[in-house]
Every structure is written in C-alpha cells, then in structure tokens.
C-alpha cells in the first residue's frame, strides 16, 4: 500500500465485539496515536462512527468504519484481513455537517454541530409551537407538533426517515425540513430546502411549552430560538468499500432493501 494510509489508529466502542476486534486488528496492523495517523479505523455501530467524526471534526482525517454493531448503515464490513488493500481501494464521501446556534430562555448561546440532523423536541406533555423562518422570511407562522428536524443528506435515512421525512442522495444540493408528529397544519409533510439556506426556528409560548434542541449528541435545554445552516468550511472524510459506497446505500434504502 501506498503511504497514504501507512499509520492507521483504531476507535473501538466499549462492546465485547468491538472490543475483541480491536484487539485482533491492533496486533496484526499496529496502533498509532490518532494525532500522527493517516486514517481513522471505527470499529463498532452507526453511533461510533458519528462519534468519531465528531472528535476528529477539523482534523480533515478520513474515517473507514467496520461494523461491530446493530445496523451499521454507516459502516463497512467486518473483516480482519486485508484491511490495507480495503483501505487503498476504498471511495470517499465527503459531507459538510450542519452548524447550529441555539438560544435558551436566559439568554445563554450554545453552539454544535451535527452530522445527521438538528431537532427541536417538546419537553413536556404538550406539543410545541414553533415559528419556521427561511432566509429571514416567515415560512410558517405557527407548527404545533412533537417537533421538527433539519437533516443533511446522510442524515436523511435516520431519524428523518422514521419520522416519514425524504430520502436525499448524498450528492443533493438539498436539505429536508421535516415535522415530528405534525398536528398543525395537519397535512404539512415538511419540505426540501437548497442547502444554503439558513432555517431559523422560534419557540412560540416556551415557558409553557418547554423545547430542546438536539444536534446529534448535544442537547440543549429549553431553548428560545435556534438557527441552523450548513457548514462549508468543514469537511468530513467517510471511506466504503467499492459497491457499498453512502451513495449506494442511501439509493437501496429508497428501493427498501
């Protein structure tokens, strides 16, 4: 292999199956600290690989991840050998997270960044009233739902999916505006927004009707407003064998299988 990926270091989540493959990979190809590597090798589910992308988020490494979990969506296949010819021959999908900036009722700013998506979720037994902006006019004046989400296109077949948001191929210029449990308007499905817009969302009422914003892992608590937009300035680095690249899997999951 070439020296592009001499240096491999190996996250590995906490289960005994990725654990056990950690171990079995470290004493075949080496450990390297992740600061002096070439490429990051996840070893676990959908949730490490966010993880990772979050903590080497800048770093401009790719990541190359082997499912040690459930779903794997995000994952290539487990095997022991012959990682480094895998690696080499591996496609690049390169992705920009989204950047939020999240208001809470005492006036405190909060800022994250997410992979997947943005979500603004009710805290209490009663649904949300929440003011969508786009581009700094009024879309929609009040929703009242369990709540809204704003996902990126390799977020698309995550949460969004299960709240019946689209499926967006990974290359789409595009971003999905998607409602949680909508009960007005009754029949808004949600919407596909450029991928340059900047969605504000207000809270309506949030004294009464608590909110938190959620981006990937990051919760923020009763918050008051929140503005989201994509990052172009962040690139993030995914490797999948030839065949099983994202734009592939995001494809299969719109034909269901």
């Known amino acids: 292999m070439t ?87 591996a496609e690049r999908s390169v992705v920009h997270p989204l950047s939020m900036e999240a208001v809470d009722r005492s006036g405190n700013i909060v800022k994250a960044k997410a992979i997947n998506e943005v979500s603004l979720l009710r805290r209490s037994y009663q649904a949300t009233k929440l003011r969508i902006s786009v581009d700094g006019q009024v879309r929609l004046t009040e929703l009242i739902a369990d709540g809204v989400l704003l996902a990126t296109p390799a977020g698309s077949t995550a949460y969004n999916l299960s709240a019946n948001g689209p499926i967006l191929p990974l290359d789409a210029p595009l971003l999905a505006l998607t409602p949680i449990s909508a009960f007005r308007p009754r029949r808004w499905r949600g919407a596909l927004l450029p991928d340059h817009a900047k969605v504000s969302i207000e809270v309506l009422e949030a004294d009464k009707r608590p909110v938190s914003a959620v981006a990937d892992h990051t919760q923020i608590d009763e918050v008051s407003a929140v503005s989201i937009e994509i990052d172009r300035n962040v690139d993030l680095v995914m490797l999948h064998d030839p065949g099983h690249s994202l734009d592939e899997r995001i494809l299969r999951e719109q034909f269901g299988y």
């Open 3 to 89: 020296e592009q990926f001499g240096a491999i270091s190996f996250v590995a989540s906490e289960t005994p199956e990725a654990q056990a493959a950690l171990a079995k990979l470290v004493e075949r190809y080496g450990n390297a600290p992740p600061a002096s590597a070439d490429i990051i090798v996840a070893l676990g589910g959908d949730g490490l690989m966010l993880q990772t992308l979050h903590r080497f988020l800048g770093t401009g490494k790719p990541i190359y991840g082997m499912n040690r979990g459930s779903v794997g969506f995000l994952m290539n296949e487990f095997k022991e050998r012959g990682l480094r010819k895998r690696l080499e021959a």
